[in-house]
């Protein structure tokens, strides 16, 4: 196993756990490795870190740049990379030592493109059993939706599935777009049902921050993606129908709200129709019934008592 793995790394303001994530990155028991840096204009220390490390391991090469979002230090890395295989892992996590050598070791073995793992669990209700499985579009597709498992760096792949690939500038939600792209390039994709990645729920993001235009905007067209590219497959069908229903009806009652991103009521209006088209009469779900049943002023109403119940 010689492949060279291109990891890359975009770096934004993280001085807080940068060491710990590039220091996981370095202490592979996988060992060829080239790690990108991408400094995305960072106005905290996270540019210093970078140099001493790089200093430290002849492997890691830093790339500054101004600052550009995630979309486009993630363009930046791919631009720059050699490696026959690509990763990225965000600056606020950190993998477990083995997760690169287990992942290409099965990637090599199967003579697969894409190989996927898991992040640690939010709670104990997720089961790791480590078993390993090859799905075919139709089951990833499934799976991935259904565990809104977009996120890029739960995946390493070989250089030409994404070598001419590039993340969306200036958007969340880039990896939902560019996910669906590599499901719909590869014949299959290897799952090994392990928690190698470590996801760091202290740091607040972009996607953790306030509900914004920006969010509203680009969960639609996210949503949209997904239902206009995924196969046509009964079971896709129903998967993508629970999920419009499910994240929709999250962001009607963000923006019940937030009524001042909607005070036409047009979002909301069309939410409303497209959780009412997907909606399964056989299993009724409260909060969505409720957004199909009531009106916008009296949803506002429900909206509010609850944000001032929870506060």
């Known amino acids: 196993m010689d492949n060279l793995i291109s990891v890359i790394v975009p ?3 993280a001085e807080k756990y940068l060491m710990r994530c590039v220091k996981s990155i ?29 200093k430290e391991d002849s492997r890691i090469k830093l790339i500054n740049q101004k600052n550009g979002g995630s979309s486009i230090a993630r363009n930046t890395g791919l631009e720059n990379a050699n490696g026959d295989i690509i990763s990225f892992i965000d600056s606020d996590d950190f993998i477990e030592d083995t997760m690169l050598e287990q992942m290409i070791r099965l990637m090599l073995d199967n003579k697969l493109d894409v190989i996927e793992i898991e ?20 089951v990833s ?45 590869v014949p299959s994709i290897g799952y090994l049902n392990s928690p190698l990645y470590i996801y760091n729920r202290e740091s607040i ?15 639609i067209r996210a949503t949209e993606y997904i239902a206009a590219n995924i196969q046509k497959h009964p079971k896709l069908e129903k998967v ?4 419009i229903v499910s994240y929709y009806t999250d962001h009607y009652f963000l923006l019940s709200r937030n009524n001042k991103l909607d005070k036409q009521r047009t979002y909301r209006k069309k939410l409303k129709r497209e959780i009412f088209k997907a909606y399964d009469f056989s ?9 199909i049943a009531m ?9 509010s008592s609850y944000q001032s119940i929870k506060r």
């Open 11 to 13: 770096v934004y303001n």
């Open 26 to 54: 370095s202490n592979q028991t996988y060992k060829n490795l080239e790690i990108i840096l991408v400094n995305d204009g960072s106005s905290d220390d996270s540019q210093s870190i970078c140099e001493s490390l790089s």
């Open 119 to 138: 992040r640690n669990a939010v709670s104990n209700t997720k089961i790791f059993d480590n078993s390993f499985t090859i799905e075919d579009p139709i």
């Open 141 to 185: 597709t499934e799976r991935i939706i259904k565990t809104t498992a977009f996120q890029v760096w739960k995946r390493i792949y070989k250089r030409h599935v994404v070598e001419n690939m590039r993340f969306i500038p200036n958007i969340i939600h880039q990896d939902v777009f560019f996910t669906i792209d590599v499901i719909n390039k």
């Open 205 to 219: 993001g972009i996607i953790r921050s306030k509900y914004s235009e920006m969010k509203r905007d680009i969960a």
């Open 240 to 243: 993508m129908n629970s999920y």
């Open 283 to 291: 299993k009724i779900r409260l909060r969505s019934f409720l957004v």
């Open 295 to 303: 009106p916008t002023k009296f949803m506002e109403i429900i909206s």
